[in-house]
């Protein structure tokens, strides 16, 4: 498997102008979480989702952040309109239910390599 | 709510130097605790992991032992390498509180090992 894919990886912008993440989990996982990451805040937890579904967006930090999965291999997180303060990597992983696929299941989450947004 | 404590950074060592990273955590139950390291310009990735207390999760040269009776999982390496230098998080999923699929992490700590 290729892992967790996030485009793009960089990505310039202005501010007001709406930004779009992507991300592809890895095949076969329930679960798909969304992270924030800066040097004043650390790692954040934006979203997470469980079989497509939201489950828990309480770290989204306001109403022009928003996230969707309309299937189980891919994933949007969207910023509009986007501002200075918004400048971060953002990460998206994926997780298979440590309850199934037996043992040998950790429930290890996987990243990708992230998106660091700059917003100008 | 649960919460992950790092030691502050940054740390600087020189190669072959023993390293510890403390962590500590607070739980309403009985958590897995994790270690997770971040290299340069990549996404986190796992590095060790103890899912009951006295565990011993092992690694690369790296070891941490879950002390429930301290709330600890200090990382730990006796030698460490330049090829080291990276972020490292400390990290828990608390089945306790019905969050058991999502970790809580620390906010991290930068080792540079120096040749």
């Known amino acids: 498997d290729a892992g967790v894919i996030q485009s793009p990886r960089h990505e310039v912008t202005e501010m007001g102008q709406e930004v779009t993440l992507r991300c592809k989990p890895i095949s076969g996982h329930d679960y798909l979480f969304w992270y924030r990451q800066t040097m004043m805040r650390g790692l954040e937890l934006l979203i997470y989702f469980n079989n497509n579904v939201p489950i828990d967006d309480s770290g989204m930090p306001e109403d022009r952040f928003s996230a969707k999965m309309p299937n189980a291999s891919f994933s949007t997180l969207k910023i509009q309109p986007s501002e200075p303060r918004d400048s971060a990597v953002y990460f998206c992983a994926s997780k298979s239910d440590p309850g199934l696929a037996g043992g040998s299941n950790t429930g290890e989450l996987f990243f990708g390599e992230g998106s660091r947004l700059t917003v100008l | 709510g649960d919460s992950v404590t790092q030691m502050e950074g940054p740390v600087t060592l020189s190669e072959e130097a023993f390293l510890t990273i403390n962590c500590t955590y607070t739980a309403t139950g009985y958590p897995s605790l994790f270690w997770y390291v971040q290299y340069p310009g990549e996404g986190l990735q796992l590095l060790l992991k103890?899912?009951?207390?006295?565990d011993k999760g092992s690694n690369k040269g790296f070891e941490a032992t879950y002390r429930k009776e301290t709330t600890s999982f200090h990382l730990e390496k006796g030698s460490v390498q330049v090829s080291d230098s990276a972020v490292y998080f400390c990290?828990?999923?608390?089945?306790?509180?019905?969050?058991?699929?999502?970790?809580?992490f620390g906010k991290g700590i930068t080792l540079s090992v120096r040749p």
């Open positions: 103890a899912t009951k207390a006295d």
């Open positions: 990290a828990l999923s608390d089945p306790q509180t019905g969050a058991n699929s999502k970790l809580t």
